[in-house]
């Protein structure tokens, strides 16, 4: 049997066509301590967009240009509400006790997204090329000599940086998010603790 075969067998046996789209949520998830989440991924979608807005441009004509200066700004308060979000959702979620009942792989992969997102974060701070950048990146170089990783990722070579910002970064991130997406819809929601 091929790895599709077995996907999909998978996917029929552990996500329904209701829990994938469900029509009705259970009542608790009308809180706003569930909000957190899907503003987290509202805040990607203009990430990307923005993102590949700048990418048409190439990665410097935001700074000549007009409707580049808007869609760069557009991208960094997104980037801020992004991980505004994602922090009210990280701690909503740790207070909700979210990995509960068998739920410890859901948390585990966003705390990957986590991770991600904030290395993500650092890789474009280092491309915007002004002086804070050029700082950091020599600074964070140090860091990542001393964490053993110098090696391997160089936050001065701009060409690297921008590779990991725009292509490997982004990808991992959306595919952890599907991951996430489907072991919340298999699961459901995680449930409020009882009085």
Do not use: C
């Not at 503003?39 to 967009?49: E, G, K, R």
């Not at 190439?58 to 509400?81: A, D, K, M």
């Not at 002086?131 to 070579?157: P, Y």
């Amino acid at each position: 049997m091929n790895l599709t075969t077995r996907a999909q067998r998978y996917l029929r046996l552990d996500l329904t066509l209701e829990d994938a789209l469900p029509t009705r949520m259970p009542v608790y998830v009308n809180s706003v301590a569930y909000l957190f989440g899907a503003a987290t991924m509202m805040a990607l979608v203009m990430i990307v967009a923005s993102g590949l807005a700048l990418a048409l441009g190439g990665p410097t004509w935001y700074h000549t240009n007009s409707v580049g200066h808007f869609f760069n700004s557009i991208h960094f308060w997104s980037v801020q509400l992004f991980f505004l979000a994602m922090i009210l959702h990280f701690i909503t979620k740790f207070f909700l006790g979210a990995w509960r009942d068998g739920r410890w792989l859901t948390w585990m992969v966003g705390a990957l997204m986590l991770g991600i997102g904030v290395f993500t974060g650092l890789t474009g701070f280092l491309l915007q090329s002004s002086w804070d950048s050029q700082w950091i990146a020599t600074q964070a170089k140090d860091a990542m000599n001393a964490a053993g990783i110098g090696a391997v990722f160089n936050t001065m070579d701009a060409g690297q940086v921008l590779t990991l910002h725009v292509a490997a970064l982004p990808v991992a991130l959306l595919a952890f998010l599907a991951l996430h997406i489907f072991l919340i819809r298999r699961d459901s929601p995680v449930r409020p603790y009882e009085d």
